[in-house]
């Protein structure tokens, strides 16, 4: 049996027997992290402010209704106010995420004779999804020009995509993306060595 090549750079392969996992951790890139950083202090702040501000400001607009209906005003502004809370909730979660990712972050594929496993994780913390062989049809190298769930945001100048997938197989007619977190050398490179031992599983 041919033994799989070690990695060009950044995945590390782990052999469990019957199945092999390929690791590929988070980049630790600074500017990433200082901003996203930086935006998760801010939100943190802002969150505490809110909380403080939030319920007197609240009760302000009641009292200043001098036990008169509130009116369409008053109504506009909770509904606003409440509405900047409920997006700077979802904001704070997406900057937190991308922050922790970066941090603790890791992708996990698994290739066992009966199905391709992955999983993104943070700090241990994420789901598995499990995809049958048999329903797996061409797997490949795919752009990252050709991702539909995100934009290519963020590239470094090494070529490494923070966003976007680098390989992809369509299963249940519909397309699955993996492979983030590599530059073009280290995503062909992951192709084959997945390629090669789907060859020997099913040998």
Same mark, same amino acid.
């Given at each position: 049996?041919?033994? #799989? =090549?070690?990695?060009?750079?950044?995945?590390? $392969?782990?052999? #469990?027997?019957?199945?092999?996992?390929?690791?590929?951790?988070?980049? /630790?890139?600074?500017?990433?992290?200082?901003?996203?950083?930086?935006? $998760?202090?801010?939100?943190?702040?802002?969150?505490?402010?809110?909380?403080?501000?939030?319920?007197? %400001?609240? @009760?302000?607009?009641? @009292?200043?209704?001098?036990?008169?209906?509130?009116?369409?005003?008053?109504?506009?502004?909770?509904?606003?106010? %409440?509405?900047?809370? $409920?997006?700077?909730?979802?904001?704070?979660?997406?900057? $937190?995420?991308?922050?922790?990712?970066?941090?603790?972050?890791?992708?996990?594929?698994?290739?066992?004779?009966?199905?391709?496993?992955?999983?993104?994780?943070?700090? @241990?913390?994420?789901?598995?999804?499990?995809?049958? #062989?048999?329903?797996? /049809? @061409? %797997?490949?190298?795919?752009?990252?020009?050709?991702?539909?769930?995100?934009?290519?945001?963020?590239?470094?100048?090494?070529?490494?995509?923070?966003?976007?997938?680098?390989?992809?197989?369509?299963?249940?007619? /519909?397309?699955?993306?993996?492979?983030?977190? #590599?530059?073009?050398?280290?995503?062909?490179?992951?192709? /084959?060595?997945? =390629?090669?031992?789907?060859?020997?599983?099913?040998?």
């Amino acid at each position: 049996m041919t033994k #799989l =090549q070690p990695a060009p750079t950044h995945y590390t $392969v782990r052999n #469990l027997g019957i199945s092999h996992q390929f690791i590929i951790s988070s980049r /630790k890139i600074w500017y990433v992290m200082a901003t996203t950083g930086f935006g $998760v202090l801010i939100w943190t702040i802002g969150c505490i402010t809110l909380a403080i501000f939030l319920p007197g %400001l609240f @009760n302000s607009m009641l @009292n200043a209704t001098d036990g008169q209906e509130i009116g369409v005003f008053h109504v506009a502004i909770a509904v606003v106010l %409440l509405a900047s809370l $409920v997006f700077w909730i979802f904001l704070g979660v997406f900057i $937190v995420r991308i922050f922790l990712w970066h941090i603790g972050g890791k992708e996990i594929i698994e290739i066992t004779p009966q199905s391709i496993k992955l999983r993104r994780q943070i700090f @241990n913390l994420g789901r598995t999804k499990v995809y049958p #062989l048999k329903h797996v /049809k @061409n %797997l490949r190298f795919a752009p990252p020009a050709q991702a539909p769930d995100l934009p290519d945001i963020a590239v470094d100048p090494y070529g490494i995509s923070l966003t976007i997938d680098w390989l992809a197989f369509e299963y249940d007619k /519909k397309t699955i993306w993996f492979a983030r977190s #590599l530059n073009e050398t280290e995503a062909r490179h992951l192709l /084959k060595a997945i =390629q090669q031992h789907l060859v020997q599983g099913a040998s």
